[in-house]
């Protein structure tokens, strides 16, 4: 699952899926599940972490979207920026400033490196996430995927060990311990898992 790609979401009924896709389509067919008496516990979890989301479903389906509608709104608007007229220096970059600990040797190094620390620190830092990005990926995957199994397959059988074959990575051996899984569960964690190798 991309960052630059937009949220998904999943809603179960017990271990069915009911909706994928944007959260309005999963808000409204948990509110419409659980109007109709739904067979078992009505869960909405975010694709990208694997983690329940929580919505607020009273009222009408134009309220429910209204509620999702002005939350998405608050924690997506950006911060008004400021009147004050710049003076000389740097423009912003948006740069976050925090304290650093390191040797002295290290700031010695830093200091004479072309652009000064921050610019060095910069390059090393976004060299290490280039060199780790495959792995920091998989190690997402499999949190994505745990967090989705603990909620709806922890009583499973097989769970533990589909958990232990996950994070050892040992795809064939998950596949397995997973095959017997209600279908719509199964699909959806090997989809978490592997993506589109699922």
Do not use: C
Not at 47 to 62: E, M, N, Q, Y
């Amino acid at each position: 699952m991309s960052s630059s790609s937009p949220t998904t979401y999943t809603t179960f009924d017990g271990v069915r899926r009911i909706a994928s896709g944007n959260l309005e389509n999963n808000a409204l067919a948990a509110k419409h599940a659980l109007n109709a008496n739904a067979s078992g516990p009505v869960l909405t979890f975010d694709d990208s972490t694997g983690r329940l989301v929580d919505i607020d479903l009273r009222g009408s389906d134009a309220e429910v979207l209204a509620r999702l509608a002005l939350s998405n709104a608050t924690t997506t608007s950006e911060p008004e920026p400021s009147l004050e007229t710049r003076g000389r220096g740097r423009p912003r970059l948006g740069v976050v400033a925090r304290e650093v600990t390191l040797l002295p040797r290290h700031w010695d190094w830093l200091a004479s490196q072309p652009g000064g620390a921050s610019v060095t620190l910069r390059k090393l830092v976004d060299e290490a996430r280039r060199a780790s990005a495959e792995k920091d990926d998989r190690r997402q995957a499999q949190e994505r995927a745990y967090q989705f199994m603990s909620a709806l397959a922890g009583d499973l059988p097989g769970f533990e060990e589909a958990s232990r074959a996950l994070f050892a990575d040992d795809r064939a051996a998950f596949m397995q311990r997973t095959d017997a899984w209600p279908t719509d569960l199964r699909d959806h964690t090997r989809q978490l898992a592997f993506g589109d190798e699922a």
